[in-house]
């Protein structure tokens, strides 16, 4: 079955605190893919990755920084939290270039910046 | 550019109502069509999908058919479940494009027994 795993599902920091949030699938999907999840706003994408090593910013990257040094982990980097951050974080991976492009998404990371 | 617009909720419904979410696009291209649901303390799963105009969608008594001519994809059930409680998102990509997928912003239905 397909899985994808985020490392926590509750995080609290502290204001000015790097921040790692982890995703791992199992699937051997070449892409994956960063989310914020907010009342009222809907998904939206912070970057994407289609490939060890690449990257692409998606529609709100200020303030994030990836990482993807094997295929199978995708890692969100807030470089210094600020309150503004406290959200919803959903990964979520699929196959390059399927024709049926579905994603598969993690259960999510509720981030709270204090 | 590409868009999509859902109807505002929240939405509450009595078991064994009927259902409908209506969504609709703007795409520069050649879209496929998504409907993902979201249960409480989970992520987003796929709940059904089309990839041409005239084709219909469905899944667990859902449906949702792709209307090129009125770029809408509207979810729809017979008769709901209290275990249909979740957030419902509408979602496009174009095909051979981007892999990225263009999200509407939701609506939660609420189910009351």
């Known amino acids: 079955d397909v899985k994808v795993t985020q490392s926590s599902r509750y995080l609290v920091k502290r204001t000015g605190e790097k921040v790692f949030l982890e995703c791992v699938q199992d699937?051997?999907?070449?892409?994956m893919f960063w989310y914020r999840q907010d009342p009222g706003l809907g998904l939206r994408l912070i970057y994407f990755s289609y490939d060890v090593k690449m990257k692409e910013k998606g529609d709100i990257p200020e303030g994030y920084s990836v990482s993807r040094e094997k295929k199978e982990r995708f890692s969100l980097i807030l470089e210094s939290a600020s309150t503004n951050q406290t959200s919803m974080y959903l990964c979520a991976s699929s196959l390059f270039r399927d024709s049926k492009n579905i994603q598969y998404f993690g259960a999510g990371t509720r981030l709270s910046v204090l | 550019g590409n868009s999509v617009t859902q109807m505002e909720g929240p939405v509450t419904l009595s078991e064994e109502a009927f259902l409908t979410i209506n969504c609709t696009y703007t795409a520069t291209g050649y879209p496929s069509l998504f409907w993902y649901v979201q249960y409480p303390g989970e992520g987003l799963q796929l709940l059904l999908k089309?990839?041409?105009?005239?084709d219909k969608g469905s899944n667990k008594g859902f449906e949702a058919t792709y209307r090129k001519e009125t770029t809408s994809f509207h979810l729809e059930k017979g008769s709901v479940q209290v275990s249909d409680s979740a957030v419902y998102f509408c979602?496009?990509?174009?095909?051979?494009?981007?892999?990225?997928?263009?999200f509407g912003k939701g609506t939660k239905l609420t189910v009351n027994p």
């Open positions: 979602a496009l990509t174009l095909q051979g494009g981007s892999e990225k997928l263009v």
């Open positions: 699937m051997d999907h070449e892409n």
């Open positions: 089309a990839t041409k105009a005239d």
